[in-house]
């Protein structure tokens, strides 16, 4: 602590340098924060997918539907505890670009299968008792300014023509990464306005819950088998890796985040460490008075290391508190980013960062210092 | 008292026997001091003469650590520092000598007061400790209303007595000026004497100092003469 004011005093000797270092580590980290958030938002169907979950599509593909009837059979398949359905709707509310999630439940047992989100009970109820009513997540509710009570149309882009909705309550999850932009609303409302050439009749897709997670493969194969050779085969996967196959064709979006992030620190790297050295290379003489009074090569490499750190630590921590603030502000692409959420690991992450490449930045420069012989500095001053 | 002829003298704070100091310049060899023998008491201040390249700030460099002969002993208050180790002379440094530089050699960023306290940060002194010696050594040094100065708000006779101050904090056990009034004008260079002056009479210091000026030499007690590399036995001053 006692060196506190002569290492403070050292950083800002050039304030403008100072400042512009500060700034890089600031840029770096709040780049890496967004990159982390994305990257997350993507991923975020694989870490919130329940083990015991499996989703049954139509093997052709999943825009093609499935009959309603496969409800029972799969029902009666050894180790199902649950089964339920959900349609795709993919309105439109005033632009194209206010994207979010609707789909057509099951109201008898969409809550079984996914016990996560909380609705509470007079909002369920009420959601009961309106055919058209629907359930609307925190998010998309304050993204439009929506409130319970409110009608709201919705543009057909399957179904054509206007579907108005009355929002009977909303939902919340239990966990920071549980999507809360979703639109939920009746199955039966769905079908019975929809024409028969247009898929009355048939679901988007079945979640399956299996007793006991062990089972998953089982049950997977199971079900697959049941309907191999019918009009509509299967294709049965486990939630999880339904989510991570569907993240799949998107890219590897770790890697190419992985890509953009190391290029930016070791930028970061070489631009500090040359700004660094920079600095140390004009204390030469200062150092040396320093080390002739009696400070040790140790305290001086010490001392450099100290002003590296204090650069990665401020300029990574006001980036990672500037790239939360930014994700508290919300999904800036308009919905293709439900879950635009910066968690603590990452900020923990991003401060690390900061200080390993601060300290990584000022290894060299502090070895030269400390290396540095007081004579041959001395005759530099 | 003060001898250069290397008979044992064993009051003195400072011995020096058969000092050789050799440089290698690609193939050439340099024979800086050769065979110096120096005693000097407590409480001397001696002053060093030479033309340049004589091997006065060598042997300052040496009788300081910051710097290892290549022959010879050199033992101060007891201790024989010419076979110390790096770490080991770190620390005699810190509690020993007290360097005053030619450019004074000021940290710029920090104030007067903060530029004498760097040698106490590393005693174990508490803050109100160190502040109380800090303006001790201002108070010596007549600089206690500069004290919150940087050193570009003072003049050069200024910054020269903040080193002195920061020399003299930590009660050093001799004092080494490596040109303490060459960058000066002759005002403040006498003001820097009378000062150096005032820490022998006054507070009992020990000072050796490297000088070009023959009227900076008249002030110490003795002034000795290097040559070549070796040391010439110069004139009592009858200070």
Redesign the interface.
Same mark, same amino acid.
């Given at each position: 602590m006692?060196?506190l004011?002569?290492l403070i005093?050292?950083l *800002?000797?050039k304030k403008v340098r100072f400042i512009m270092t500060i700034g890089s580590f600031t840029i770096a980290l709040f780049l890496y924060c967004i990159l982390a958030t994305i990257e997350r938002s993507f991923n975020q169907g694989v870490e919130v997918a329940g083990a015991d979950r499996l989703v049954v599509i139509n093997k052709t593909s999943i825009i093609s539907p499935l009959p309603f009837s496969y409800k029972e059979r799969l029902t009666q398949i050894p180790n199902v505890k649950h089964v339920t359905y959900c349609v795709w709707f993919g309105g439109i509310y005033q632009s194209e670009k206010n994207f979010f999630p609707q789909q057509a439940i099951d109201l008898k047992t969409f809550r079984d299968m996914y016990p996560e989100f909380k609705v509470v009970p007079k909002y369920w109820e009420a959601f009961k008792k309106d055919r058209e009513g629907c359930i609307v997540g925190p998010s998309t509710l304050k993204r439009f300014g929506w409130k319970v009570g409110d009608r709201i149309p919705l543009r057909g882009t399957i179904w054509p023509g206007t579907w108005e909705f009355n929002i009977c309550g909303t939902y919340d999850g239990t966990r920071g990464d549980d999507d809360l932009t979703q639109f939920w609303f009746r199955y039966d409302y769905l079908d019975e306005r929809r024409l028969p050439e247009f898929g009355k009749g048939t679901v988007g897709w079945y979640m399956v819950k299996v007793d006991k997670i062990d089972r998953a493969a089982e049950v997977v194969a199971a079900i697959d088998k049941r309907f191999t050779n019918s009009a509509y085969e299967t294709k049965t996967d486990t939630e999880k890796s339904f989510a991570a196959d569907f993240v799949k064709q998107i890219g590897n979006i770790k890697l190419i985040m992985l890509s953009i992030g190391g290029v930016v620190f070791f930028t970061l790297l070489l631009v500090t460490g040359s700004t660094m050295s920079m600095s140390v290379r004009e204390r030469v003489?200062?150092l040396a008075? *320093?080390? #002739? %009074?009696?400070?040790?090569?140790t #305290?001086v490499l010490l001392l450099v290391m100290a002003e590296a750190l204090t650069v990665g630590l401020v300029g990574g921590g006001i980036g990672v508190i500037v790239g939360k603030i930014y994700t508290l502000t919300g999904d800036p692409t308009g919905g293709l980013l439900p879950i635009f959420y910066l968690a603590p690991q990452n900020m923990i992450t991003g401060l690390g960062l900061g200080i390993f490449i601060g300290m990584l930045s000022g290894l060299m420069p502090a070895l030269f210092a400390m290396r540095l012989r %007081? $004579?041959e500095a *001395?005759r530099r $001053? | 008292m003060v001898s250069v002829n290397g008979n044992t003298h064993e009051s003195a704070l400072i011995q020096v026997r058969n000092l050789d100091k050799k440089y290698q310049r690609g193939s050439e060899e340099i024979h800086v001091l050769q065979g110096l023998n120096l005693d000097v008491d407590e409480g001397e201040f001696v002053a060093f003469m030479g033309p340049s390249g004589s091997g006065k700030t060598t042997l300052l460099n040496l009788l300081g650590g910051i710097d290892l002969p290549s022959s010879g002993s050199i033992t101060v208050a007891g201790d024989e520092i010419s076979h110390m180790s790096g770490s080991k002379l770190t620390a005699w440094r810190a509690r020993h000598v007290g360097f005053i530089f030619q450019m004074y050699n000021l940290i710029p960023v920090l104030t007067a007061f903060q530029n004498v306290e760097i040698p106490l940060l590393l005693t174990s002194l508490s803050k109100a400790d160190r502040r109380t010696h800090v303006e001790a050594a201002l108070a010596v040094v007549g600089l206690t209303d500069r004290m919150h100065h940087y050193p570009r708000q003072l003049s050069g006779g200024q910054e020269q007595r903040v080193a002195i101050a920061r020399a003299i904090v930590s009660d050093p056990t001799f004092l080494l000026c490596d040109e303490p009034t060459g960058d000066l004008d002759r005002h403040s260079a006498d003001d820097i004497l009378n000062l150096l002056e005032r820490l022998v009479k006054d507070f009992r210091k020990t000072i050796l100092m490297v000088t070009h000026d023959p009227r900076a030499a008249e002030r110490a007690q003795v002034s000795l003469h290097l040559d070549k590399g070796v040391l010439i036995e110069g004139q009592k001053t009858g200070r």
């Amino acid at each position: 602590m006692k060196f506190l004011p002569f290492l403070i005093a050292n950083l *800002l000797r050039k304030k403008v340098r100072f400042i512009m270092t500060i700034g890089s580590f600031t840029i770096a980290l709040f780049l890496y924060c967004i990159l982390a958030t994305i990257e997350r938002s993507f991923n975020q169907g694989v870490e919130v997918a329940g083990a015991d979950r499996l989703v049954v599509i139509n093997k052709t593909s999943i825009i093609s539907p499935l009959p309603f009837s496969y409800k029972e059979r799969l029902t009666q398949i050894p180790n199902v505890k649950h089964v339920t359905y959900c349609v795709w709707f993919g309105g439109i509310y005033q632009s194209e670009k206010n994207f979010f999630p609707q789909q057509a439940i099951d109201l008898k047992t969409f809550r079984d299968m996914y016990p996560e989100f909380k609705v509470v009970p007079k909002y369920w109820e009420a959601f009961k008792k309106d055919r058209e009513g629907c359930i609307v997540g925190p998010s998309t509710l304050k993204r439009f300014g929506w409130k319970v009570g409110d009608r709201i149309p919705l543009r057909g882009t399957i179904w054509p023509g206007t579907w108005e909705f009355n929002i009977c309550g909303t939902y919340d999850g239990t966990r920071g990464d549980d999507d809360l932009t979703q639109f939920w609303f009746r199955y039966d409302y769905l079908d019975e306005r929809r024409l028969p050439e247009f898929g009355k009749g048939t679901v988007g897709w079945y979640m399956v819950k299996v007793d006991k997670i062990d089972r998953a493969a089982e049950v997977v194969a199971a079900i697959d088998k049941r309907f191999t050779n019918s009009a509509y085969e299967t294709k049965t996967d486990t939630e999880k890796s339904f989510a991570a196959d569907f993240v799949k064709q998107i890219g590897n979006i770790k890697l190419i985040m992985l890509s953009i992030g190391g290029v930016v620190f070791f930028t970061l790297l070489l631009v500090t460490g040359s700004t660094m050295s920079m600095s140390v290379r004009e204390r030469v003489g200062e150092l040396a008075t *320093l080390k #002739t %009074i009696g400070f040790s090569d140790t #305290t001086v490499l010490l001392l450099v290391m100290a002003e590296a750190l204090t650069v990665g630590l401020v300029g990574g921590g006001i980036g990672v508190i500037v790239g939360k603030i930014y994700t508290l502000t919300g999904d800036p692409t308009g919905g293709l980013l439900p879950i635009f959420y910066l968690a603590p690991q990452n900020m923990i992450t991003g401060l690390g960062l900061g200080i390993f490449i601060g300290m990584l930045s000022g290894l060299m420069p502090a070895l030269f210092a400390m290396r540095l012989r %007081i $004579v041959e500095a *001395l005759r530099r $001053v | 008292m003060v001898s250069v002829n290397g008979n044992t003298h064993e009051s003195a704070l400072i011995q020096v026997r058969n000092l050789d100091k050799k440089y290698q310049r690609g193939s050439e060899e340099i024979h800086v001091l050769q065979g110096l023998n120096l005693d000097v008491d407590e409480g001397e201040f001696v002053a060093f003469m030479g033309p340049s390249g004589s091997g006065k700030t060598t042997l300052l460099n040496l009788l300081g650590g910051i710097d290892l002969p290549s022959s010879g002993s050199i033992t101060v208050a007891g201790d024989e520092i010419s076979h110390m180790s790096g770490s080991k002379l770190t620390a005699w440094r810190a509690r020993h000598v007290g360097f005053i530089f030619q450019m004074y050699n000021l940290i710029p960023v920090l104030t007067a007061f903060q530029n004498v306290e760097i040698p106490l940060l590393l005693t174990s002194l508490s803050k109100a400790d160190r502040r109380t010696h800090v303006e001790a050594a201002l108070a010596v040094v007549g600089l206690t209303d500069r004290m919150h100065h940087y050193p570009r708000q003072l003049s050069g006779g200024q910054e020269q007595r903040v080193a002195i101050a920061r020399a003299i904090v930590s009660d050093p056990t001799f004092l080494l000026c490596d040109e303490p009034t060459g960058d000066l004008d002759r005002h403040s260079a006498d003001d820097i004497l009378n000062l150096l002056e005032r820490l022998v009479k006054d507070f009992r210091k020990t000072i050796l100092m490297v000088t070009h000026d023959p009227r900076a030499a008249e002030r110490a007690q003795v002034s000795l003469h290097l040559d070549k590399g070796v040391l010439i036995e110069g004139q009592k001053t009858g200070r």
